[in-house]
């Protein structure tokens, strides 16, 4: 498979991952799966640059993606883990791999480490209620809002991270 056909499914993977995750609220197995279409765009990035970070993260997107397929959507503390090994990590390793890139935008790198940071405050902070069960916030309230603080950017800058490195694969395709 040449390049520019890889970039294209890659920036077609990550739009289409963003929207099997929004239908994941319907469905919950969709988590998995959008978590493998992602690791296309993931594994496009790493044949662009070649860095042993991206491939970190592609392998990173994958085992998030079998572990939330076995977890069946329950609110525990694997499932957060399955979206820590998934959703953030991956933009947090691959922004690493590009920063400071010449031919890679300077603000869609801080955009991905950004947004892994948070994903990480998240993770750190929901596995400190005890069990990881964020929907049930009675389990500490003195945390929600520390919880909706780091996960409301976390998941708007993933969200900006995969549009925009999906469109600029397209391009470069």
């Known amino acids: 498979m040449s390049n520019n056909n ?3 499914y890659g920036g077609a993977a990550a739009i289409l991952g963003i929207l099997i995750m929004f239908g994941a609220a319907a469905l919950p197995a969709l988590v998995g799966i959008g978590f493998l ?3 296309a765009y993931y594994f496009a990035l790493y044949r662009a640059e070649s860095s042993a970070l991206n491939l970190i993260a592609t392998l990173s997107t994958v085992g998030g993606a079998i ?3 076995f977890t069946a959507a329950t609110p525990n503390h694997l499932y957060n883990v399955a979206f820590l ?5 991956p933009p947090l390793l691959a922004g690493l791999a590009f920063n400071g890139k ?3 935008p300077r603000a869609l790198a801080i955009t991905g ?5 948070f994903g990480l405050l998240n993770f750190v902070v929901v596995a400190a209620i005890g069990g990881g069960d964020y929907t049930n916030m009675m389990n500490n309230p003195a ?3 520390l919880i909706y603080v780091t996960y409301i950017p976390s998941m708007l800058a993933i969200l900006v991270w995969l549009v925009w490195g999906g469109i600029r694969l397209f391009r470069k395709a």
């Open 143 to 145: 945390l929600a809002p």
């Open 6 to 8: 890889l970039f294209r």
């Open 113 to 117: 480490i950004v947004g892994g940071v």
């Open 102 to 104: 010449a031919d890679f």
């Open 85 to 89: 090994t998934g959703l953030a990590l």
């Open 67 to 69: 572990l939330a397929l």
């Open 37 to 39: 279409v992602i690791a």
